[in-house]
């Protein structure tokens, strides 16, 4: 947070250093008391009211839940929107805003969130979190790390909470990154032996690395970034499938996405949805249309990607512990799309292709010979086990080596 601000205070001074003399940014003090609960020499010095208090917490909000620059308390508008409001509140100065209003919130949120975090996740056993983070760059070239926390109270309730958004201006090596992390969970008091981390992370070779630099942390690859490369990687021999009339003017309502492969399924579901309109439209204008064949590639297409996507979508939920789901989903995909045998060659071939790609990207987790992190397969396993949707139903006789070890791991005296 501190690093975001920085950036955000030097724009500010740049943009506004003119007007520095119009505020005085200790004029608003009495608000920052307020807003820390624990500093008892607030409560006799304040002398805002109540009004002017809501004013300056609605104010507050409205720049950061609705993400607004600082600098917009400046306009015309928001200023006479204020007037109407309070005609004598006096406006704080934006660069208050970043050097001390937002940073006192941040404080003050941060410091209530680490206490609920220590009541909640109790440090008596061994408790288990689990902890996204990915990498961000911006189009200025201006990198930030994420770090999300996960976890389940004694009263069966999920939680979920943005811990860092924060600039990286260091090489994104895999000991930079595990630096980065480990400090953030000291910051938050998260790196207690007595708490087994679980990581969730892209493929990347860096973030993989950054994990297992931790002897004591275990990573899971992310299912969606998994499911996005196998995909691009069984569409490799099929270019064509989603690249239509590249010399025309593009028509498509939604537009396809090179790093997020379900856009090239939304892009042709909606070409099939407008395909009445599209044909009109392009012969009014003279241009090309879509051939016959190429309707019929993408309803081939469409026909095999949609299992996948509906799996993806349900891996996607944040409402709901998807961890259980991560073994069955992969090998209902598996199942389907052997047991689907189309009279059509390239469909066929394309089913295989697709099929393939995801056998080989997970194929870690169901082959025991093969040297891999044990700790993440047994998780994994254990989730399945223990949902009574699943445990051991997707577990056929080709899987009896596994059926075993999913039984070994939820044993009492494993």
């Known amino acids: 947070m501190e690093n975001i601000d920085a950036d955000y205070v030097s724009y500010d001074e740049e943009f506004l250093s003119e007007n520095d003399d119009e505020y005085d940014y200790e004029d608003n003090e009495s608000f920052y008391d307020i807003l820390d609960e624990d500093d008892e020499s607030s409560s006799g010095d304040s002398e805002i009211s109540d009004a002017e208090f809501t004013i300056d917490v609605e104010e507050n909000e ?169 995909v691009k990687d069984a569409e490799k021999p099929f270019e064509n499938l989603t690249t239509i009339n590249p010399n025309c003017e593009p028509l498509t309502l939604i537009q396809d996405v090179p790093h997020r492969w379900f856009f090239s399924l939304l892009m042709l579901q909606r070409l099939v949805k407008l395909k009445v309109s599209l044909s009109a439209v392009s012969a009014g204008l003279g241009i090309e249309q879509i051939s016959v064949e190429e309707w019929t590639t993408i309803d081939k297409y469409i026909s095999v990607v949609s299992p996948i996507a509906a799996v993806a979508t349900l891996m996607e939920g944040e409402k709901y512990p998807t961890i259980s789901c991560y073994i069955p ?55 399945m086990m223990v949902d009574p949707r699943f445990k051991d139903r997707f577990l056929e006789d080709e899987f009896e080596d596994l059926k075993i070890f999913a039984k070994k791991c939820t044993s009492p005296s494993d």
Not at 334 to 345: K, V
């Open 62 to 230: 409205a720049v950061t839940e609705h993400l607004q620059p600082y600098f917009v308390v400046k306009e015309e508008g928001f200023q006479e929107m204020m007037k109407t409001f309070n005609p004598n509140y006096k406006i704080p100065h934006p660069t208050t805003f970043s050097r001390s209003i937002i940073p006192k919130m941040y404080n003050s949120i941060k410091g209530k969130l680490i206490v609920q975090m220590q009541n909640e996740v109790k440090k008596d056993y061994r408790r288990m979190i689990y902890l996204m983070t990915d990498g961000y760059t911006t189009r200025s070239v201006i990198s930030f790390m994420s770090l999300t926390l996960h976890y389940v109270t004694d009263d069966f309730e999920q939680k979920s909470f943005v811990l860092a958004v924060r600039n990286m201006s260091q090489r994104h090596t895999g000991m930079n990154i595990n630096t980065f992390l480990k400090d953030q969970l000291k910051e938050y008091g998260l790196n207690d032996e007595s708490f087994v981390s679980v990581w969730i992370t892209d493929n990347a070779a860096n973030m993989r690395s950054a994990i297992e630099l931790s002897a004591e942390w275990t990573r899971i690859p992310c299912f969606d970034h998994t499911i996005h490369l196998a």
């Open 329 to 383: 989903m992969i090998l209902a995909l598996l199942n389907t799309m052997q047991s689907e045998n189309d009279q059509d060659s390239e469909c066929n071939e394309l089913t295989a292709s697709f099929r393939f790609e995801i056998k080989d990207r997970f194929d870690h987790l169901f082959n025991l010979n093969e040297f891999s992190d044990n700790s993440s397969r047994k998780i994994l396993f254990v989730a």
